[in-house]
């Protein structure tokens, strides 16, 4: 890289000191990495998008991202849209669509909870990564001192209708599920493995329990082997499991 080019990087690194909601962000890294050497930066909760990076070395791939939750924060999919890809994301929540319209312009964002029901009842939390559809983890949440913002109604809809609209000139790829404790709800709504849709993905991420033990005897794991996929790696957070 020659020395014109650096200065062009530095210039536009340094601009970002001038753009106070960032403040917060810079401030963070430096106190983390102290600016001293290269490193390694993830979105999601348990690093997920560095193991996909890894595995899944595919350029333009395509993803179905259920439980989206943000274009940013906490996202799985933010690394391969970066690299390239581009998918559908999937979540309950109506008020997440302009975002992903501002950051994901190549994705198309879907307003659903994921199961067979026409329509479910969605509880929102201030802290939106745990609003959920399930009524135990509802309950739990609040035990544990999370406060609901509002309960809505939100259309539903199938795994196997979200799969089969997939383009038909693309390969899915990855099916990322992560719906706080919906996920075995929406597994089921796929079929099962003597009736499933024509265009299955290549890779499952689903959230599992920690512990490759509990994660493999969990419901929705052991649901996606039937379906005919291996064990790929089992992460702090989730599974990843690779179609046969």
């Keep these: 890289m020659s020395n014109s080019e650096k200065f062009i990087r530095l210039i536009k690194a340094a601009l970002t000191f001038f753009i106070p909601k960032r403040w917060g962000i810079l401030v963070e890294t430096y106190e983390r990495t102290k600016f001293n050497a290269p490193f390694t930066i993830s979105y999601s909760q348990g690093a997920e998008d560095l193991a996909l990076l890894h595995f899944l070395r595919k350029q333009n791939g395509f993803y179905i991202d259920i439980g989206a939750h943000h274009p940013n924060r906490f996202s799985v999919t933010r690394q391969l849209y970066d690299a390239g890809w581009s998918g559908f994301n999937v979540d309950a929540n109506p008020d997440l669509?302009?975002?992903?319209?501002?950051?994901?312009?190549?994705?198309?964002?879907?307003?659903?909870?994921?199961?067979?029901?026409?329509?479910y009842k969605f509880t929102r939390f201030h802290e939106s990564a745990i609003s959920t559809i399930n009524q135990e983890?509802?309950?739990?949440?609040?035990?544990?001192?999370?406060q609901i913002l509002d309960e809505i109604t939100v259309p539903g809809?199938?795994?196997?209708?979200l799969l089969e609209m997939t383009p038909s000139d693309t390969d899915l790829d990855l099916v990322n599920l992560d719906i706080e404790g919906g996920d075995f709800?929406?597994?089921?709504?796929l079929g099962s493995a003597s009736n499933l849709p024509k265009k299955m993905p290549e890779w499952f991420l689903c959230e599992s329990p920690q512990g490759v033990e509990e994660a493999l005897e969990s419901d929705s794991v052991k649901f996606i082997i039937t379906l005919g996929y291996k064990p790929w790696t089992v992460l702090s957070m989730?599974?990843?499991l690779r179609r046969n």
């Design 97 to 119: 669509r302009g975002l992903f319209v501002k950051w994901r312009p190549r994705d198309v964002f879907l307003n659903f909870a994921v199961g067979n029901q026409s329509e």
């Design 238 to 240: 989730s599974t990843l």
């Design 157 to 161: 809809i199938s795994m196997r209708a």
């Design 185 to 189: 709800e929406a597994l089921r709504s």
């Design 137 to 146: 983890w509802k309950e739990r949440f609040v035990k544990e001192g999370n």
